[in-house]
């Protein structure tokens, strides 16, 4: 399993993790989803099909800055 970790502005409260939670848990070969509001990060472990650029799109899309 591949990590990434990004530092995330924007996020502020739970409803803000449970956003990114669930779009990342949407993306095929997301297999761990770890949000830290206090930091403003979140990690993420993945398997194929899923690619760092597709994570970090998916973060953004969802109108958070990486």
């Given amino acids: 399993m591949e990590r ?4 995330v502005s924007g996020m502020g409260g739970t409803e803000s993790k ?3 939670k669930n779009a990342l848990d949407k993306i095929k ?3 761990m989803v770890n949000v830290d509001l206090a ?7 993945y ?3 899923a ?4 994570i970090k799109a ?3 899309n969802t109108g958070y800055s990486i």
């Fill in 4 to 7: 990434v970790h990004y530092n």
């Fill in 18 to 20: 449970t956003k990114v």
């Fill in 29 to 31: 070969g997301v297999q």
């Fill in 39 to 45: 930091r403003g990060t979140v990690e993420v472990g």
């Fill in 47 to 49: 398997n194929e099909p």
């Fill in 51 to 54: 690619t760092s650029s597709e």
């Fill in 58 to 60: 998916c973060i953004e």
